[in-house]
């Protein structure tokens, strides 16, 4: 169990197993299908969902989740990258009922608390050009976009490279 004061309401944060997965999976599709709506390409989620699946069975993961009486309010998934000194945000979602809550918010301080104590020097996360909701949410947490956007290679959809500095 994580030992967090970090709490939304009734929302706690804890690191997430084996047996989150599918839960986590099943947030995740949600989550873009409500961000993408009308233009949510099936035959794309479902080829990204495979993916996804594989980067949960990775040993080196870092899930955490954030839960309240109803479940699941969302999660983010992450690798360390000890030769870089830093890790990198995979995944990153909020269940509809929950955005704009501040559970993303919270969860991505926690993770960066967390992983700074355990020695790494940054984050690293990347995210759509058109998501700007999120962008907004980054910045403000001190994130700042590097590089030119790059087209994800399931996709093809553009997508901009964000950094946190940790020290």
């Known amino acids: 169990m994580l030992v967090t004061g970090s709490t939304v309401s009734s929302v706690k944060l804890r690191f997430g197993g084996d047996a989150d997965v599918e839960s ?6 949600s989550a873009v299908l409500l961000r993408d709506g ?16 594989e980067q949960f ?7 955490l989740l954030a839960t309240d009486d109803r479940g699941l309010a969302g999660f983010v998934l992450g690798f360390p990258d000890p030769g870089q000194g830093g890790s990198h945000l995979v995944l ?13 918010g919270s969860l991505l301080a ?4 967390l992983r700074q104590s355990r020695g790494d020097h940054w984050l690293d996360l990347r995210v759509l050009v058109n998501n700007f909701a999120a962008q907004r949410l980054y910045e403000r947490l001190g994130w700042l976009a590097v590089g030119e956007p790059e087209p994800h290679e399931v996709t093809g959809k553009l997508f901009q490279w964000y950094k946190l500095a940790l020290s």
């Open 110 to 113: 926690e993770f960066a608390k």
């Open 92 to 104: 990153i979602a909020t269940d509809p009922r929950s955005q704009g809550q501040g559970v993303a």
């Open 38 to 53: 009308a233009e949510a390409d099936q035959l794309g989620l479902e080829a990204q969902l495979l993916r996804s699946r």
């Open 24 to 29: 986590c999976l099943m947030l995740w599709r």
């Open 57 to 63: 069975e990775r040993v080196d993961r870092i899930l």
